[in-house]
């Protein structure tokens, strides 16, 4: 599963110290199909993500249309044209001791480079497309930042979840089967969320999801 550890963002990033689609992609992956006993196809794959990793999840899905049958974000940044997420992503980054250009370049919608990048974009390139694809599995989980945990968790909980069901009224317009789920707080499968960016929700969402992540990659 794709995580956010600061903001791997699914980019092969300029300072050249994380390529981690390509990694991802072109090492993890074969290496576990030629290592262990998997069915080595797309239509038996799944790809899942957090945070920043869910936008990972769907940009690797919208890079590499068929590789994956299942695609999963939770409180993911899916839409990187969003002012809110935009404004995370670049204080995080210098927060880290880099530039907040280092990723996809100016943080500015006018950003070709910025909207390419983007599986929600609302301009230019359709790469909702891509990801539809073949009757790929879409799922968004987030919460809506009204819980009962950290400040500053639920702050960065309501951006995301903003964002999340942003997409999903795109894909409700475009009438694209897609399971959305939105709540404040919650436990589910042992896992107590209190609505907020944290692993309590993201444990709830996985083992919400899974389920229905198996039952994609087994058809």
Not at 115 to 141: C, F, H, K, M, W
Not at 162 to 182: E, F, G, W
């Amino acid at each position: 599963m794709a995580r956010s550890a600061g903001t791997p963002t699914g980019r092969n990033q300029s300072r050249g110290d994380a390529d981690w689609l390509h990694h991802h992609l072109d090492e993890v992956i074969p290496f576990v199909d030629a290592t262990f006993r998997t069915v080595a196809s797309g239509k038996h794959r799944a790809i899942a993500g957090l945070s920043m990793g869910g936008y990972g999840a769907y940009h690797y899905a919208m890079e590499h249309p068929g590789m994956f049958s299942s695609v999963s974000a939770y409180s993911g940044a899916v839409d990187i044209e969003s002012t809110s997420v935009r404004a995370t992503v670049a204080e995080q980054l210098v927060t880290s001791g880099y530039q907040p250009d280092s990723v996809w370049g100016p943080m500015v919608r006018t950003n070709k480079t910025l909207v390419e990048a983007n599986p929600s974009s609302r301009e230019g390139p359709d790469n909702l497309a891509s990801i539809q694809r073949d009757g790929t599995r879409l799922a968004l989980y987030a919460g809506t930042g009204l819980g009962t945990g950290n400040p500053a968790a639920m702050a960065i909980e309501t951006a995301v979840g903003a964002n999340t069901t942003a997409l999903h009224v795109r894909l409700a317009a475009r009438q694209v089967p897609h399971t959305y789920i939105r709540y404040t707080t919650r436990t589910y499968g042992g896992f107590k969320c209190d609505g907020g960016h944290d692993w309590g929700c993201w444990n709830a969402d996985l083992s919400q999801d899974l389920p229905l992540i198996l039952k994609a990659v087994r058809a």
